[in-house]
Nanobody, 121 residues
Framework: QVQVEESGGGIVQAGGSLRLSCVASGITFSLNAMRWFRQAPGNERELVATILWSGDTYYEASVKGRFTISRDNGKSTVFLQMNSLKPEDTGTYFC???????????????WGQGTQVTVSS
């Protein structure tokens, strides 16, 4: 059974830092990517950061230079280091693991339950 679990959320003042962690377990085929999304109340879920199997990383424009996505050597744990936090970074942060579903290249997406990040002004 696949499980994706986030941790590390909390309340922080503007300008502060938080580090989120995400562990994916039970995935049979290889991970193609792990991603962080966030969702603020009343807003759609948005992609924040991506790390590919190759190690390449991508960031949403508003977090570039402030957030860093990384992974451990086993590649099933990913981190999101968030610095210089702003009130607009407030939301529920979700981890997504995208993995191969079969040898034909189909993919499955697995989601965690989310962790709350609140940045006070």
């Amino acid at each position: 059974q696949v499980q994706v679990e986030e941790s590390g959320g909390g309340i922080v003042q503007a300008g502060g830092s938080l580090r989120l962690s995400c562990v994916a377990s039970g995935i049979t085929f290889s991970l193609n990517a792990m991603r962080w999304f966030r969702q603020a109340p009343g807003n759609e879920r948005e992609l924040v950061a991506t790390i590919l199997w190759s190690g390449d990383t991508y960031y949403e424009a508003s977090v570039k230079g402030r957030f860093t996505i990384s992974r451990d050597n086993g590649k099933s744990t990913v981190f999101l280091q968030m610095n210089s936090l702003k009130p607009e970074d407030t939301g529920t942060y979700f981890c997504n693991a995208r993995a191969l579903a079969n040898l034909e290249g189909a993919e499955n997406d697995y989601w965690g339950q989310g962790t709350q990040v609140t940045v006070s002004s």
